[in-house]
């Protein structure tokens, strides 16, 4: 009876090590290697942009509701510096007041565009995502309404 | 007299499992003959006020006091919009609650309306499905169980904007769903795609449509995983996948399928992409390769429509982009017997093969040349001989 006892105690605290790791590893920032470096440059050089910061993120406006929502909002309330590209053709006057609102804010480089030609390169980013291109590998994320703060608030 | 003939009647060609019962496959291989295409005979334009959208994902079709009607759910003002197809009758909104029992979620996945004072609609995560009159207001609840053969919970959805509808018979709903698995996994194509369900005993009675074997290996197809079901006059249901040309035909209370094969249409057999991929892998692919969408009943003229997409470049000359629209689309027309009679190219950069149905005046297409906001316009197409 001890013996199960003291297995069940040491299963237990095996799997609160495990919850803990788990928790950690979603708390921290994971951000996965970007295989699509040089379409992202190219696509930076039709747009003519020159990037301010080492974290950027691509926007388009007429994708994931929720994820662009909760986006714009930790952009508003962030003091962290970004590049933002704004992207997308039919775009909700909603949304397009909120992105407005952005250029007021002098943490944050805002590029547009306006011709939505992030759609003719391989960006991989069909939703909003933040890119780290600090190092030459470039890594990146997609950012969704339950990790954005992570991201994106200081 | 039938241009296109049924080659050969073949054969148990394999068998595949099916929850507990093993099913066999029965082929039978038809050949192609042109005869029939479509001629775009008309536009209609339907005037519509603020609170109408000019498309609707989500849609069924009614008759009021013998008019037809277009009702579509409208996901920006959470309402039924009931727009009539002829000039002359007017539009009128089902506004539903925001909150409170009698409330809908603009996120729903399916609404059916059995009669204006009996509307049933379904969420997938949620543990009721609701019954509402015309006043908007819950005549009642029930509670809703759907497992399947192996006691796994599935959640009803309904993919309408791919053609994907749900079915609703006097006594059973034909419901497609899906599992609470990882849609890259292999294990989620192990399961059944349409459970038949008794709303009076909340239970599942039957299952079908079991994933063809190119959905069960190392390749993946995203989107275009989601199946058609469409029902026959004969009573049987048609299941067609977009990366699978053949259809298969169901009966139930039967452990046969019966596999129509189209040897011409070999060029729609689509491989889809590598199960790592990521998404951006996936469309591309998704623009470039072949497929099909929806198979649709025409009880008018005794016909099928089904639409597919052909290859196409992912680049234009200079660069850019294609998109799916970009590409030729075709409707191939299948005579009652499910026989080929021909096909018709449709010029998909001005009618949207998303927003389709069958009125006893022809095929609606939507139009996407609208003049002006408060217009819903649609190409209706007749049959016609070459």
Redesign the interface.
Known sequence: MTMKWSSVFSSFRIIKVALLLLLVSCTGSKMEPY??GQEFEAYLEAIDAKLDFEKVILLPLDSCGLCVEQVLEDLQKSNQGFSVIFSGEKNSPDRVEKAKKLFQKENLQIIIDENSKS??????A?SPIILDVSKKEYSYASLSPQNSPEYILD | MRNSLIAAILVLSGCTQNAENVTFHEELVHQFGEQKTLIHSETRTILIDSLSLPFYDYFQLINRDESPYLVGFNRQSVSLDFIPLRQGDAIDHLVFADDGPNAVDADLDIIHLFSEDSIVTIQDRALRFKVLNREGKLINSYRKTIRDFKGVEMYPVSYSYLGQWPVFLDSVWVLPVYPDLNVKKKLYYERNKFMIYDPVKDEVVDEFGAYPQMYRGDNYFDVLREPNLTPTPQGTFLVTFPADPGIYEYQLDSDTVIYHRYEEWGRFFNEGVDRDADLQQFVNHYISSAWFQQLIYDPFREVYYRFGKEQQDLRKSDGEKNTAFDAEWKIFLLDKDLNPMGAYSLDSKRFNPLFTFVSKEGLFIYDNQREHDDEMVFGIFQLSDY
């Open positions: 295989v699509y759609k003719s390169f391989d960006l991989n069909f």
